[in-house]
């Protein structure tokens, strides 16, 4: 079992579409980070959340932390093809300095 | 470049041969992790590094692997007599942290093995 569990694990929508997935668990977190993974690639930070019920915006994409800081959300409005990727959350349980993560969203986008 | 650089990129290996991979963090970054990522899946913890101090070390971390970061700069990740098993992308972060205030960890692109 993931410390952090992830869904969907894979989404596939047509351009234009919204779409969320979520991250959640049983541990505290003290923050949670998204990040966006291309093939062969590093994972690349998309925010990190903080402060339980804070809501980030970044262009077309909102975070929301939950407010037990246990959880997560991320939403698109109005996907493109270039969303397309592997979309991870991770972050550090209170109770140690693990960063983990969880297993992904691969989220598909068709023209 | 200022970000998290990795070397080797890719490594092709034989069964039962010694690779060994580079990570250098940026640099005022004082904790350092190694992750190892297989298709599909997220990246699972390894190791870390505060400073030069190796701090915990995941029970993925057999005895075939040791890590070193000696001057508390770059560090290694060498896996001894490979196996078919450890190919995988192996991915370095660093994070700056100050008392219990730690910042975002950015990440390098991954070394991606295959072991043969």
């Known amino acids: 079992t993931q410390l952090l569990e992830q869904s969907p694990q894979f989404l596939s929508i047509q351009e234009g579409e919204n779409l969320t997935v979520y991250c959640n668990s049983s541990?505290?977190?003290?923050?949670l980070q998204w990040y966006r993974q291309e093939p062969g690639e590093g994972p690349v930070l998309l925010v990190t959340?903080?402060?339980?019920?804070e809501v980030k915006k970044l262009k077309r994409l909102t975070f929301q932390f939950g407010d037990a800081r246990k959880d997560s959300s991320l939403h698109i409005t109005a996907a493109q093809p270039g969303d397309t990727g592997l979309y991870l959350c991770?972050?550090?349980?209170?109770?140690?300095?693990?960063?983990?993560f969880g297993a992904g969203t691969r989220l598909t986008v068709k023209p | 470049d200022t970000g998290v650089s990795q070397n080797p990129r890719h490594k092709i290996t034989k069964r039962g041969q010694n690779v060994t991979f580079r990570c250098d963090p940026i640099?005022?970054?004082?904790?350092l992790y190694w992750y190892r990522q297989t298709l599909g899946q997220g990246p699972e913890f390894l190791t870390y590094f505060q400073n030069e101090a190796q701090l915990e070390k995941s029970r993925l971390l057999s005895d075939r692997f040791s890590a070193e970061r000696p001057k508390g700069s770059f560090s290694t990740l060498e896996i001894q007599r490979t196996e078919q098993g450890d190919s995988a992308m192996y991915l370095c972060a660093s994070i700056l942290t100050e008392g219990e205030k730690k910042e975002t960890q950015y990440f390098g692109p991954g070394t991606r093995l295959l072991v043969l």
């Open positions: 541990s505290v977190f003290s923050s």
């Open positions: 991770a972050g550090s349980p209170i109770e140690n300095n693990d960063m983990r």
């Open positions: 640099s005022e970054h004082n904790r």
């Open positions: 959340v903080v402060t339980g019920g």
